[in-house]
């Protein structure tokens, strides 16, 4: 499975492009044309890299969740308990503010909405969200244990957040001006803390 | 600005059209022509009713919009409390359940999306999130004025609950048998309601 450097080098700048005219065009608009003029390379030397326009897809994705991840481990570095690992988690997922995140969050809308009708685009798109609802229920159980609290509301408490978050994500990306500013890390903290607190005691029942 | 019940009629179904183009193939493939097809009219007789392409997307904005008001409105007319009208605009927004909401949803996904990258579609999205916004920081205000807490976070409230619907929209229509049953509408009531409760006494400064 190793590959050389060089081609991982130009599969990154292939995977790049598709995020970049993605942010602006959509996926259907994103042939490997575009996706090739975007990068500056030959539409033969992406055939050579990638299957199809699905299988970058793919690697964007995968991309993007790593990109994600690697935030994550960063601010997680220095958490110690669960709350602290919970709020590397918010922090990594919202609270993206440099310009290089605003595309990274439009080109993720752009593939949420492709996900709606077409199959190819919906099931990567699932996979990746399965994924984020599991890490996320698991801190959440951990925060809940941390408190002696019962962890069985723990899966639909990360089906919000990841809500909100997803919505943050698309409200940042379509708007600017109506929401007022950095609501979103916070609000899905402070959601968090609120509902853990709330939950029932596991010694209770 | 009355119209013939013949032309509000034809409007409608030309606004439904371009409601079902979209929720399958996104706004950019609702040609002109597509619409017309989907409605079983020619062409021309769109061009008749509507300037253009946008005029037909902001007659669906306002019509999604006034579909959530009229729900909301019959779901408030038993209620008896600022908690009550709440409950019952959420339950409007979020509660979703039969086929016809399906293809209501899915169209409001694809309106966002398109919104991120074509400043036609942006402009329509926009005023209508900032109506809901205003709506919901309203109704927020009211529930915590009744419980005599301070009003001050109502407006960041209202953007995450907001945050959450859209993103609940974009996971059910993106995803299926992955996020748990139920959970969307329930959160945001749950969420609203913690944290009013934990909103400061106004009395307390």
Chains 1, 2 share one sequence.
């Not at 997922?93 to 492709?114: K, P, T, Y």
């Not at 943050?168 to 609120?194: C, D, E, F, N």
Request: hydrophobic share 45%.
């Amino acid at each position: 499975m190793s590959r050389k450097p060089n081609t991982e080098a130009r599969r990154a700048e292939i995977i790049r492009a598709l995020q970049s005219v993605m942010a602006t065009h959509g996926y259907e608009k994103a042939t490997i044309q575009a996706i090739a003029k975007e990068a500056g390379l030959a539409p033969g030397l992406l055939h050579y890299h990638f299957k199809s326009k699905q299988e970058i897809l793919v690697s964007l994705v995968t991309s993007l969740a790593d990109y994600g991840q690697r935030r994550f481990e960063q601010i997680a570095g220095k958490a110690e308990s669960p709350m602290d690992l919970l709020n590397a988690y918010l922090e990594a997922r919202v609270g993206l503010g440099d310009g290089a995140a605003a595309e990274i969050v439009a080109a993720w809308v752009m593939i949420g909405a492709e996900a709606v009708r077409q199959a190819e685009v919906r099931e990567v798109y699932q996979r990746a969200i399965a994924t984020e609802l599991e890490l996320l229920s698991e801190l959440l159980a951990n925060c809940l244990r941390e408190r002696q609290r019962v962890t069985t509301g723990s899966r639909d408490l990360a089906a919000a957040l990841l809500a909100m978050m997803e919505g943050a994500y698309q409200l940042a990306s379509a708007t600017s001006g109506i929401m007022p500013v950095g609501y979103a890390a916070q609000s899905a903290l402070r959601h968090a803390m609120l509902s853990i607190d709330a939950a029932p005691l596991a010694t209770a029942s």
